[in-house]
């Protein structure tokens, strides 16, 4: 299984990014998904998540208000818009997939991990 993660980039403090992460040939809408971060010298972070029908999202209490998840199961595909970003919203960003039931928060219960988009924002 492999995912994609990409959209990732340079942008200006109060800028927008579009993050996608990609799942060919996977059974997408078996999994609920999420999107984590980590910047140097940090532990990784729970960003949001989205269940697998798409309509319950969670959301890490920074990116509440500025982020939003979502989801196409059409097209194996999920998005994080990200908005109003800030220099601490720096870090590499990374999408994940779960198949069993628990928290969204713990990234110890995600079964698979894409390679990661950078985002930096300047200041």
């Known amino acids: 299984v492999q995912l994609q993660a990409s959209g990732g980039g340079l942008v200006q403090a109060g800028g927008s990014l579009r993050l996608s992460c990609a799942a060919p040939g996977f059974t997408f809408s078996n999994y609920d998904m999420g999107w984590f971060r980590q910047a140097p010298g940090k532990e990784r972070e729970f960003v949001a998540g989205i269940r697998r029908d798409g309509y319950v999202t969670y959301y890490g209490e920074s990116m509440k208000g500025r982020f939003t998840i979502s989801r196409d199961n059409t097209k194996n595909i999920m998005y994080l818009q990200m908005n109003s970003l800030k220099p601490e919203d720096t870090a590499i960003y990374y999408c994940?997939?779960?198949?069993?039931?628990?928290?969204?928060?713990?990234?110890?219960?995600?079964?698979?991990w894409g390679q990661g988009t950078q985002v930096t924002v300047s200041s």
């Open positions: 994940a997939a779960k198949g069993d039931v628990g928290s969204y928060r713990q990234s110890g219960l995600y079964d698979y």
